[in-house]
């Protein structure tokens, strides 16, 4: 089943020397599922999960042939109805939670903030929901976080509360751009497994926005790879060793890696054709998504 | 007189050259704060660096890895314990003597460089407060080493890329001719295919200059390839020193080198 289809999405910055084209004609299609985007910084991986949320600020200009949530084109919907889309129906985890969360403000009056928003209940029950929410992403005296500040907190906390926060209006589809990037490998780990039991748990689909491509393969079903904000490759996470791109199989060389020792890491060679060349993909991977048993 | 001829009278000069090392690290304690507010960053940590050697620090952020390179630049104060140099003993303060053996690249270029000054400004200034001669030609020797060439020398930072930014950076450092680089995380800010290109200029500048690195980073592939000697710290104390090849091997004697190499190998689905 198709949550998300987007076709043909283009995110355009005018600028002094001409318009900048920063996506150009993404088209995917997310079912429940973990799509996987990778890229390096520029390829236009971030814009275009704001994209989907309509966060582009003003001069930047968004357009699609559609892009449809469960059928209705998110780019025709009023300002107005796209906040309630936002959060509730498709929400975002950001890179650092430092940068996130309201460092003047508790964490608990923000997590019920955001229950609130979207729930008309009482403000005991969802300070109810929010400690269980925050018992959920694995915080163990939730009530001593409830009532502490952001700085308080250490990095993985933080973004476990942002996690926390984000889904607790339950919403179909949740973007995660860089989750763990500002984190440590080990605190990496377990802020990944909590993400993914929730997602798996409440059949959402995910969206997961990385540079780092070994963790996208290990954690998502299928991954998308962007270059000069196009999609260049569509592939199995699990085949993703197996990509036929070169900048895809560049991109991989390129990392040193603990097991296969080399003297000098290959060095990746742009090359011009992959701005507007062929779109190498999997056929079985590329087209329509395929639905995960939950 | 070149930049390699230079680095030699240096270390000759040195009276601890015989003894083969380039830094010795002994008991080295650091810490923050005072009385109850008191953090002991580091705990009595031991380690030796043999000259030309390349020696990585590892472990999770607030481990104290970079701490112990602050504190043998001299940026931090409170320490206690022994802290040797190409043979000399260091006191509370630095001199220039010491900043000419030993030079720092940060994590990040885009704070590193100051934003008004540009290429030339920032190499030829460390070039004029070490009393160098030639700085014409040496700055220009600087960029063409770092593979970045004559053309960026009057470029500003925000002309740059990450990568060329971080090259400027590790050319200001190698500017006094130093035998020792003190590495804090000098990828971490970068892309894959950018940290592949530093990594790789890193190894080639220690081969053709004879350079002692001692790095720190959270990324054990990234260590593992430019370091021989790896040591992984937590809680500010050294848990386990260890050749590369027996990381490689996932052969550790202590539990928390264990789970930061099941944790760095990827993410594993439960």
């Known amino acids: 089943m198709t949550l998300l289809d987007v076709e043909n999405l283009c995110v355009k910055f005018p600028t002094r020397s001409g318009v900048f084209d920063a996506v150009r004609g993404v088209s995917f299609s997310l079912g429940r599922e973990r799509l996987g985007i990778v890229g390096e910084s520029g390829s236009g991986k971030s814009l275009t999960g704001r994209a989907i949320l309509r966060l582009i600020r003003h001069p930047g200009v968004v357009t699609a042939n559609h892009i449809s949530l469960e059928g209705e084109n998110l780019l025709q919907l009023s300002e107005r109805q796209m906040r309630k889309v936002r959060g509730q129906r498709i929400s975002m985890v950001m890179q650092d939670p430092k940068f996130s969360l309201n460092p003047v403000m508790r964490v608990g009056e923000q997590i019920v903030e955001a229950c609130l928003q979207h729930e008309k209940i009482s403000r005991n029950a969802a300070k109810l929901k929010a400690i269980e929410m925050l018992e959920a992403v694995s915080i163990r005296d939730s009530e001593r976080v409830f009532n502490a500040y952001p700085h308080e907190m250490s990095g993985g906390m933080g973004q476990r509360i942002m996690i926390a926060m984000m889904l607790i209006p339950n919403p179909q589809i949740l973007i995660a751009d860089e989750p763990t990037s500002a984190l440590d490998v080990s605190v990496q780990t377990q802020v990944l497994g909590i993400m993914d039991k929730l997602v798996r748990e409440r059949g959402m689909g995910l969206i997961f926005i990385s540079h780092d491509l070994n963790l996208v393969s290990a954690f998502c079903d299928r991954v998308l790879i962007m270059y000069g904000g196009r999609v260049v490759e569509t592939c199995q996470a699990d085949k993703l060793y197996e990509a036929k791109h070169p900048y895809t199989q560049g991109l991989l060389n390129s990392m040193p890696r603990l097991d296969t020792p080399v003297k000098r890491l290959q060095v990746l060679k742009r090359d011009a054709s992959w701005m507007d060349g062929d779109i190498a993909s999997d056929s079985d991977a590329s087209g329509k998504a395929i639905g995960r048993s939950v | ?270």
Request: aromatic share 6%; glycine share 8%; hydrophobic share 35%.
């Open chain 2, 1 to 270: 007189m070149s930049a390699n001829s230079n680095r030699h009278t240096a270390s000759n000069a040195d009276p601890g050259s015989q003894s083969g090392n380039a830094i010795e690290i002994a008991d080295l304690s650091v810490w923050f704060g005072h009385g109850a507010d008191r953090v002991d960053a580091v705990k009595s940590a031991s380690f030796v660096l043999p000259r030309g050697a390349s020696f990585g620090l590892v472990g999770e952020s607030g481990s104290g890895k970079s701490t112990i390179l602050r504190a043998l630049t001299g940026l931090v104060k409170s320490w206690q314990g022994t802290m040797l140099v190409n043979g000399e003993t260091l006191g509370r303060k630095r001199g220039k003597d010491f900043y000419r053996q030993v030079q720092m690249v940060f994590q990040d270029p885009y704070a590193s460089l100051h934003p008004r000054h540009s290429v030339d400004q920032v190499l030829s200034e460390t070039l004029s407060l070490h009393k160098f001669g030639d700085i014409n030609d040496r700055v220009e020797k600087l960029l063409t080493d770092v593979g970045l060439g004559p053309q960026y020398r009057f470029r500003y930072p925000h002309q740059l890329s990450g990568g060329q930014r971080q090259r400027v950076a590790i050319a200001r450092a190698l500017a006094p001719s130093p035998s020792i680089l003190l590495l804090d995380e000098p990828t971490s800010a970068l892309d894959v295919s950018v940290q592949a290109e530093i990594l790789n200029l890193l190894t080639d500048l220690r081969e053709e200059q004879n350079l002692t690195y001692l790095m720190v980073s959270h990324n054990l592939a990234v260590v593992g390839h430019l370091c021989e000697q790896i040591a992984v710290m937590q809680n500010g104390e050294i848990v386990e020193i260890l050749p590369v090849e027996d990381m490689r091997q996932l052969k550790s004697s202590h539990h928390y080198t264990q789970h930061l190499l099941e944790a760095s190998m990827g993410y594993k689905s439960t």
